[in-house]
């Protein structure tokens, strides 16, 4: 008996032991993955920090956004820039894991709730009197909806989501559409043609096609008024 219990003494000891050592290398990989990804974030920063001086030296930017492990894994990020008039505008930061930095222009603004217009009534004539607040169905917009739905389901959406994954692949993370329907990535700093869509839809019509986009789980927005952002990071 007294060997048996010597015995499941040892085993205790060893299996304790093997606990705490598995909690220390956990907590070691933790502590140098975050003093890694602090040390990548850094680098970021002052790379950030030096295309931003080469345009005026007296930009002030703050992080908007950026995706958990963005440092390390690479991705797209959002900084807000305050030039030195106070004028506010954003920025996207591409990020890929081979190093490879970018900063694009974000044509975006903060969502705010909208403002329904009041029109008062023939027999209002004073500020306290009572307004009614008018809204008609606009079908000709629903109608384009329709149409742009159709198109998306049978032009762009499966040509698009094939070349999403022969882009990811390749380590892509964005790319653009322009109003020729020719889509192309950035790489070194040179646009690269990697498909063509054929005629693309009245640049009207395209913040339906962003919804949808959204909808896939895709983030897009219409830039510089000509062309159609995607990003899948």
Not at 188 to 196: A, C, F, K, L, N
């Amino acid at each position: 008996m007294q060997v048996i219990a010597a015995y499941a003494l040892f085993l205790f000891f060893v299996v304790v032991l093997i606990f705490f050592s598995i909690a220390f290398i956990v907590r070691r990989r933790k502590r140098a993955k975050a003093i890694k990804e602090k040390s990548a974030l850094t680098g970021i920063e002052a790379g950030i920090k030096e295309r931003l001086n080469a345009v005026c030296p007296d930009l002030e930017w703050r992080w908007e956004c950026r995706p958990a492990g963005f440092a390390i894994n690479g991705g797209i990020a959002r900084i807000e820039v305050i030039y030195p008039d106070g004028t506010k505008a954003y920025m996207d930061v591409c990020v890929h894991v081979s190093g490879y930095l970018a900063l694009h222009m974000a044509n975006v603004v903060k969502l705010a709730k909208p403002k329904l217009p009041l029109q008062p009534t023939d027999t209002a004539d004073s500020a306290n009197d009572t307004v009614e607040v008018r809204v008609e169905a606009n079908t000709s917009e629903r109608s384009d909806k329709e149409s742009v739905l159709k198109w998306y389901n049978i032009v762009l959406f499966g040509a698009l989501t094939e070349l999403i994954g022969n882009l990811h692949a390749k380590g892509e993370m964005c790319l653009n559409i322009c109003q020729d329907g020719k889509a192309y990535v950035e790489r070194r700093g040179r646009d690269v043609v990697v498909h063509s869509f054929g005629e693309m839809l009245n640049i009207g019509l395209w913040g339906h096609i962003v919804e949808k986009l959204g909808d896939d789980d895709l983030f897009a927005e219409i830039r510089e008024g000509n062309r159609l952002f995607i990003s899948w990071a």
